[in-house]
């Protein structure tokens, strides 16, 4: 009896111990497989594609471990663009002289879809290449005159872009009936140009006149002031008197402001000019000219407008410019802006600038 209950307690100890066994040795068998498949996931990468590593871990009972991301590719710096080199001193572009024509159907459609490519808003234009000398401002006063505007966009713009120039056309409009003020519509055109860019070149520009020769250069002499007329058709490409300078000028923005830029007194056509070129000489500045075969204008023809007679206090004024040149000026130039509109060919300031 006594034999019989220590052979069964010696077979229950020996399976006891024998459940030990089998449970330690599962227990390690799990634990290896489980590190197995976690190695052959992290360090077998280029071994094993995540297809089959999912395999093997379903295979051992262990839930598959996600695959690290490799870190995303460092995104390349943009590099900046070399700065642009200044445009040569004489465009490869010019002509020389080219013929001129006013073609009666022409449209300022026509003129912007020649322009749509190269023009910018107000009529600006910058070459693509090469980075301009000057920045150049193109004044023309105006006032019902369009086929004249016209025909000088259609030539104008070409024109400055061939002399690989920045720049931009800006028609000052007299608004009202009173008699026109050439004059002080350009100090009006100066001062406004002045809040877009601070532009280091003015043209001074009538409407009818219209350039020849690319090789007339629209930049300043930053020594002394331009006058880019020597010649036009109608006085046979000659000078019309000695110390002439009207019809299209060129000064540097410091230039202007040195000599307060134009009189305001000057209602009606004439002796404005000849005001301008006083008070270069009062500030001991000589006008430069390009040689005579080069500054050719055509000369669109045209009636005197109504509201621009002729000037009949002009000498009497021209008497006085010495006395009044520093308070009749830029500084005295009393205007109100009715609209700014900034359409294809050019940016159009209509004005109030008063009456006599």
């Known amino acids: 009896m006594l034999c019989g209950r220590v052979c069964m307690c010696s077979r229950r100890a020996k399976f006891l111990l024998l459940l030990l066994l089998t449970l330690g040795l599962v227990f390690w068998f799990i634990t290896f497989h489980v590190s197995t498949a976690r190695l052959l996931q992290a360090g077998s990468r280029q071994l094993w594609s995540s297809h089959d590593l999912r395999s093997i871990s379903s295979l051992l009972g262990v839930p598959p471990v996600a695959p690290s991301s490799p870190p995303p590719a460092p995104t390349p710096k943009k590099q ?4 642009l080199q200044s445009c040569p001193q004489q465009s490869p572009l010019l002509r020389g002289a080219v013929a001129l024509s006013f073609p009666q159907s022409l449209s300022f459609s026509d003129v912007e879809e020649e322009n749509r490519e190269v023009l910018s808003p107000g009529g600006q234009s910058q070459p693509s290449d090469c980075r301009s000398t000057q920045k150049v401002a193109v004044l023309i006063p105006h006032r019902n005159r369009e086929k004249h505007l016209l025909y000088l966009l259609h030539h104008l713009h070409p024109f400055l872009q061939r002399q690989q120039l920045h720049y931009s056309i800006y028609v000052i409009h007299q608004a009202g009936d009173a008699t026109f003020n050439r004059a002080k519509l350009l100090n009006v055109g100066y001062l406004e140009a002045l809040k877009d860019t601070a532009w280091d070149c003015f043209i001074f520009h009538d409407v009818d006149l219209v350039p020849e020769n690319d090789r007339n250069l629209y930049t300043c002499d930053l020594q002394h002031p331009k006058h880019l007329v020597v010649g036009r058709n109608v006085t046979g490409y000659k000078l019309r008197y000695k110390g002439y300078f009207g019809g299209v000028t060129a000064m540097s923005r410091e230039q202007f402001s040195r000599i307060n830029g134009f009189s305001n007194s000057y209602w009606g056509w004439g002796g404005e000019d000849d ?3 006083i008070r270069v000489e009062l500030q001991k500045m000589k006008i430069v000219r390009p040689p005579a075969d080069v500054a050719r204008y055509t000369m669109v023809f045209h009636k005197r407008d109504s509201g621009n007679e002729i000037n009949k206090n002009r000498m009497s004024l021209l008497r006085r410019t ?22 294809p060919l050019y940016t159009n300031l209509t004005v109030d600038i008063g009456h006599p």
Request: charged content about 15%.
């Open 80 to 83: 900046p663009l070399p700065p």
């Open 275 to 277: 005001d301008l070129r």
């Open 322 to 343: 010495s006395q009044m040149w520093r308070s009749d000026g830029l500084n005295s130039c009393s205007y109100t802006t009715i609209s700014t509109q900034r359409v």
